[in-house]
T-cell receptor
Framework: AQKVTQAQTEISVVEKEDVTLDCVYE???????LFWYKQPPSGELVFLIR??????QNEISGRYSWNFQKSTSSFNFTITASQVVDSAVYFC????????????????FGQGTILTVHP | NAGVTQTPKFRILKIGQSMTLQCAQD?????MYWYRQDPGMGLKLIYY???????DKGEVPNGYNVSRSTTEDFPLRLELAAPSQTSVYFC????????????FGPGTRLTVT
């Protein structure tokens, strides 16, 4: 069975601080995908990133960066110089990636981390 | 191109009532999904479909039914609403060959009292 754990329920920072959101996962699959989604106060889910299990290269996109470490089953997300608009709930998710597409993309989500950025 | 649409946005049901949550996508996606998000929790998969006429259970299917008569539509049916079904329901879709790129609808907030 797959499991995603986001140990930080809530994080509060002041604008311009850097903040890291932790994500630890469990899976028996050798190939899988990891995701981060943002859910702003309006409620919709915004896709941020997808990572293949065989690609451990870290990724940076503007103020966002992701650190994938297979050895510790972690996929952490860092926001540099946080802004008030970053306030949202952030979800880490996992999907198996079996050959032939038999996993059908079913996502297992973590509990989410509420990030509040104060001005 | 509307993407994934869901209706209604909000609904209050009494215990024992039935209703259908509508989901439609106009991207010709094969795969469609229903998730529920309980307060303070992540999303959990209720049902999914890999094409018209094909559906399967997810992690939390009890109390729900689905059908997929067309590629575009994937309604979720609650037959006897219970307070435990109070949640926000999200529909998502993805295309053949790329099931991991899921596009989510705006959600339906359901309260059962």
């Amino acid at each position: 069975a797959q499991k995603v754990t986001q140990a930080q329920t809530e994080i509060s920072v002041v604008e311009k601080e850097d903040v890291t959101l932790d994500c630890v996962y469990e899976t028996r699959d050798t190939t899988y995908y990891l995701f981060w989604y943002k859910q702003p106060p309006s409620g919709e889910l915004v896709f941020l990133i997808r990572r293949n299990s065989f690609d451990e290269q870290n990724e940076i996109s503007g103020r966002y960066s992701w650190n994938f470490q297979k050895s510790t089953s972690s996929f952490n997300f860092t926001i540099t110089a946080s802004q008030v608009v970053d306030s949202a709930v952030y979800f880490c998710a996992l999907s198996e990636a079996r050959a032939g597409g038999t996993s059908y993309g079913k996502l297992t989500f973590g509990q989410g981390t509420i990030l509040t950025v104060h001005p | 191109n509307a993407g994934v649409t869901q209706t209604p946005k909000f609904r209050i049901l009494k215990i024992g009532q039935s209703m259908t949550l509508q989901c439609a996508q106009d991207m010709n996606h094969n795969y469609m999904y229903w998730y529920r998000q309980d307060p303070g929790m992540g999303l959990k998969l209720i049902y999914y479909s890999v094409g018209a006429g094909i559906t399967d259970k997810g992690e939390v299917p009890n109390g729900y039914n689905v059908s997929r008569s067309t590629t575009e539509d994937f309604p979720l049916r609650l037959e006897l609403a219970a307070p435990s079904q109070t949640s926000v329901y999200f529909c998502a879709s993805s295309r053949l060959g790329r099931p991991y790129e899921q596009y989510f609808g705006p959600g339906t907030r359901l309260t059962v009292t």
